[in-house]
């Protein structure tokens, strides 16, 4: 056999059942009776465990009889190398599990993609990984890479999962409440958007006091770019940017909108995801500014865009960071320089943000002898453990995830950057206009129309029918995922059946 194939024999037990063997003459199953085994492994997964990693896929004894026991459980099982499941696909067990669709078979190389794939903590629950010990001592050497694949794709996983278990039913709410006037909103002309221009992108870290002023000597030089939180910033510079990018679904984000001065809105385009606060969309419409409406990753607002071919555009929001968002906009324009200004990802001079956002309103409203707003911005910026990077820059965790999902980003779209003198130069070498090749209706259909329709797909759903696994999800039933994490999460009932959920989450569709 081959070097790249540890099995090399097929043999019967003296249970009758066909077993693999190692090139090194070893079984992973037992060559007496494997069945009996593989009920002893199964009976330790744990009653709220639904997602399991098998290590050896072998005989396949073992993975039947995970199935056998446990109706809505999904197993990932993996071998080394694709040649190994090519062998094992000689066993009729092996066979017969890999046409089961509550079974993944794959390899070492594909773990972390399957695991980012399947596994929907709102669904599975807990997540387990069986060991089969003969397995893993003959493939020693690569249970460091197992690990760390699994744990990294974990680690994202439950990173998604913690977001959506605290924003799913605030991001529904504002779904169902944008898509009722989405008639108001408009298309971007993206003809009119002069991309030979340099695109400026304005994010709100303290480093933009340092160059918004420079930048404000040659604005008819530039595309002006802002995210939300740095729009009052701009405005108390009396710079009026061409488009304000908004993804924060919280009732904070409407802050960001009222200003003490008038401000025209509009001059402005307002390019907000679908889950984005619904009440400051209102303010924009009321006020006459030109709002449009994106799509980032929601079921819901993906399945909404897609059933009604309303081509809303789709923008990457990362780790959840509006700054990625307004370059993937200025990248999906065709912009080929762009500058982002105040893209910290840290606490630089001693401040969270730029002077001029709305905390400086509400801290120095607030701000008292005893607590002034200084104590106030320290409060924010001491809640979670500082990490130092230099004598006047602190950064965090968190704020260090954002950065890499930045950068990450800007790789993974082949654009060349650099940072200098804190700000992202950004050269895009692509020459897709995918932004204007998404939108292909002038006008927006009545959203009470399609907010009706929506509710017809959902209440047509039946509650009673058997899912045992995501495949059994239609469109609809995987629209109700976030909201089914933040249930899971903000339940007072201790219940980890899904259909019990997931019948909660259609019986409030409406509320």
Known sequence: MSDNVFYSDIIISKSGIEIPVFNNGKTVDSRYDPQRESIRLSDQIKDKTNFVIVLGIASGILIKSILEK??????????????????????????????????????????????????????????????????????????????????????????D???????????????????????????????????????????????????????????????????????????SYNIIPDVVVSIDGQNVSNSHFIHSKQFDFSKTIFLFDLCANDSAAKKIISQNGILSFFVSGHPLGDYINQKFSLFLPKLFSGAGTVTISAVDFAIQAGFKNIIVSGADFAYSNGKPYAKGTYLDRIYNKNSERLNNSQNQFCKLMYRTPLIQKSAFLFTTQILDAYKTSFEDYLKSK?????????????????????????????????????????????????????INSIFDLTNIDICLLPLISWQKNNDNIDNTDFMYFYRKALGGIKK
Not at 174 to 195: D, Q, T, Y
Not at 208 to 213: G, Y
Not at 451 to 465: A, P
Request: proline content about 2%.
């Open 161 to 235: 999962f913690s977001v959506q278990s605290h924003f799913g039913k605030l991001w529904q709410h504002n779904i169902l409440s944008n898509v009722k006037f989405i008639h108001k909103s408009k298309h971007i002309n993206c003809a009119e958007i002069p991309v030979n221009k340099t695109a400026v992108i304005f994010a709100a870290g303290p480093s933009i006091d340092n160059s918004i002023l420079q930048i404000k000597k040659n604005l008819d030089d530039f595309y002006l770019i802002a995210s939300d939180t740095a729009l009052s910033i701009l405005l």
């Open 414 to 466: 082949s654009l060349i950057f650099s940072k200098e003198n804190e700000l992202y130069k950004i050269t895009n070498q692509n020459n897709l206009n995918t932004f204007a090749q998404s939108q292909k209706i002038e006008t927006m259909p009545d959203g009470e129309i399609l907010i009706e329709q929506l509710y017809k797909d959902f209440l047509s759903q039946d509650i009673n029918k058997n």
């Open 70 to 159: 446990r109706e809505n459980i999904f197993i990932l099982a993996v071998e080394s190398e694709q040649a190994d499941i090519d062998f094992l696909m000689k066993l009729e067990n092996v066979k017969q599990i890999s046409n089961n669709k509550r079974v993944c078979l794959c390899t070492i190389n594909q773990l972390f993609e399957k695991i980012t794939q399947l596994y929907i903590p709102a669904f599975y629950g807990n997540l387990e990984v069986i060991e089969q010990r003969a397995w893993t001592t003959e493939h020693n050497s690569k249970i460091p890479q197992i690990n760390e694949q699994i744990q990294k794709a974990v680690g994202i996983v439950s990173a």
